[in-house]
């Protein structure tokens, strides 16, 4: 059932007897009780992973609490309470990844050192790394899948010149290393075959030519990727957002291949285009998608919030709290409903959570409008819905979107009507 008339949906906005909820306001919340969060002085890193107690998202940082209990600078929030991974030795824990190196899958934290937790311990990784790791990736260059580390000056005593290769025994230089800088990784296939991408500042690496800032190691050489950037690169991610799969980059940068950008562009494989259309800034420091594709969002997170991409436009998020600062992102569904969930620094949410925030919207919507999550269709849900009605201001950002499109409209209202009270699993 999905209403097309005008008279009819006059009707229902007459019906709603719940007050509208304000669009573009109050978007982010933190949902425990006693309002804690993360006591510290920074969340800098955020992975999801289920250690075969459910799934978990990993927080990572410079901070010694969460939820009140002493940690390392890593903890594990299960959506309703907060647990301690001691004696990771990783702090500041700057990038968190999920790698099998032959044991089984387990949580690999990266810092002062490299770490492997297997859900109950920490064991150093071939002997640990020298500081500072700010970047993993997972990529099979030919030999097996490997767990690349960018920032390490030395990893398993052995010097790695800021790149280095765990195979799952033994550490190895990548590509004669780079001299400075690592920020960030990523696998991309540009249509030559999946490829391992780096980016950092001043990044000059051991080839006959310097390609500033980012570039390709295909296993046996470096590549530039056009011209590059021509300032530091922050964070990478691979996202279709069906034109094809394309290598997002944020950083401090005003031009990429020679073309103007606020610190956003986009890499095919062999051109750059711009991507800062609707962005307040050029400080992204990282990337989360968010749900499954084909209804995946790509949010940018960085300066004072997020921001989510759709057709070929950033609609940017309302100011964290407490006029915080994100430097991680990651999506997790914590029972609810999946959620962007964003930590950083100086963010204070209203019930008092420090450093860590996540969007109330759920990605993809009330997918049987249960707008409310009570897990039943009614009329708190048609008055959330009508009370959004006509709302475009992106994904995330309207609170009666039932189809997670952006914007709440007539078949957001089909969707609902179609369930009228019926429970939603």
């Not at 956003?264 to 051109?271: F, I, L, Q, V, Y």
Request: proline fraction near 4%.
């Amino acid at each position: 059932m999905c209403p097309t008339s005008d008279s009819l949906l006059s009707s229902l906005l007459a019906m709603a007897l719940v007050s509208p909820i304000a669009r573009g306001q109050d978007v982010w919340e933190w949902p425990e009780s006693k309002g804690i969060g993360v006591a510290g002085s920074q969340v800098l890193s955020m992975g999801v992973w289920n250690d075969g107690s459910g799934p978990g998202l990993y927080v990572g940082g410079l901070f010694s609490q969460a939820g009140g209990i002493a940690v390392d600078g890593i903890a594990r929030w299960s959506g309703k309470e907060w647990s301690a991974l001691p004696g990771s030795g990783a702090m500041p824990v700057e990038a968190i990844i999920v790698f099998d190196d032959g044991q089984g899958a387990a949580l690999f934290a990266g810092g002062s050192t490299v770490a492997r937790w297997n859900g109950a311990m920490w064991a150093p990784v071939g002997g640990g790394a020298t500081c500072c790791v700010h970047a993993f990736a997972v990529w099979n260059d030919g030999t097996g899948d490997a767990l690349f580390v960018g920032g390490a000056d030395e990893a398993g005593g052995k010097p790695v010149n800021g790149l280095a290769k765990w195979d799952g025994k033994t550490w190895s230089k990548v590509g004669g290393g780079v001299d400075v800088g690592v920020s960030s990784l990523a696998v991309y296939d540009d249509g030559t075959g999946p490829s391992l991408f780096v980016g950092g500042i001043m990044v000059k690496f051991f080839s006959p030519t310097d390609y500033w800032h980012v570039a390709k190691w295909d296993g046996r050489a470096w590549a530039p990727l056009g011209s590059g950037t021509n300032d530091r690169v922050h964070a990478m991610q691979v996202f279709d957002d069906g034109s094809g799969a394309k290598l997002f980059v944020s950083g401090d940068f005003t031009t990429a291949g020679g073309i103007a950008s606020k610190g956003m562009a986009r890499w095919d494989g062999k051109a750059w285009t711009n991507a800062d259309a609707g962005l307040n800034n050029g400080d992204y420091r990282d990337f989360a998608i968010v749900g499954s594709q084909p209804k995946a969002t790509l949010y940018a997170c960085g300066g004072g919030s997020a921001a989510s991409w759709r057709n070929g436009f950033w609609d940017q998020l309302p100011q964290l709290p407490g006029s915080g600062t994100a430097y991680a992102g990651a999506g997790f569904d914590d029972g609810s409903g999946m959620r962007l969930h964003v930590g950083g620094a100086s963010i204070g949410l209203p019930n008092g959570a420090k450093n860590i925030a996540r969007l109330k919207q759920v990605i993809g919507g009330g997918p049987c409008g249960d707008l409310t999550g009570d897990g039943f269709v009614n009329q708190q849900d048609l008055g959330i819905l009508l009370g959004d009605f006509g709302c475009t201001a992106g994904i995330g950002l309207c609170p009666g979107d039932c189809d997670g499109d952006g914007d709440t409209d007539q078949a957001d209202l089909g969707i609902l009507l179609a369930n009228w009270e019926k429970p939603c699993p």
